[in-house]
Nanobody
């Protein structure tokens, strides 16, 4: 199982960006997915996540500005980010709570994609 994140880049304050996360491999089920971020000198924090049978949750600092978009059929997840602020600058990671065929359920991480918001 692999998760591939993409879509990061440089954007001005107030701008928008869409991150993508593609899950691939011998996947039996995706139980949930989410996005984390890690800013320079700070700990990684959860940004947004959902479970297969539950609501989508957002950290307070991004509520109303970020939206997770799910494409279950294609095993894709997007993070639509708008009204970006310099404090959103971070490396963004996608993760998935996935059950692979012939394996136990576990959490997988994609590589990070850098988002830089200029002031």
């Amino acid at each position: 199982v692999q998760l591939q994140a993409s879509g990061g880049g440089l954007v001005q304050t107030g701008g928008s960006l869409r991150l993508s996360c593609a899950a691939s491999g011998n996947i039996r089920s995706i139980n949930g997915m989410g996005w984390h971020r890690q800013a320079p000198g700070k700990q990684r924090e959860a940004v947004a996540s959902f479970t297969s049978d539950g609501p989508t949750n957002y950290v307070d600092s991004v509520k109303g500005r970020f939206t997770i978009v799910r494409d279950n059929a294609n095993k894709m997840m997007y993070l639509q980010m708008s009204s970006l602020k310099p404090e959103d600058t971070a490396v963004y990671y996608c993760n998935g709570d996935i059950t692979a065929i012939g394996a136990s359920r576990r959490n997988y991480w994609g590589q990070g994609t850098l988002v830089t918001v200029s002031s």
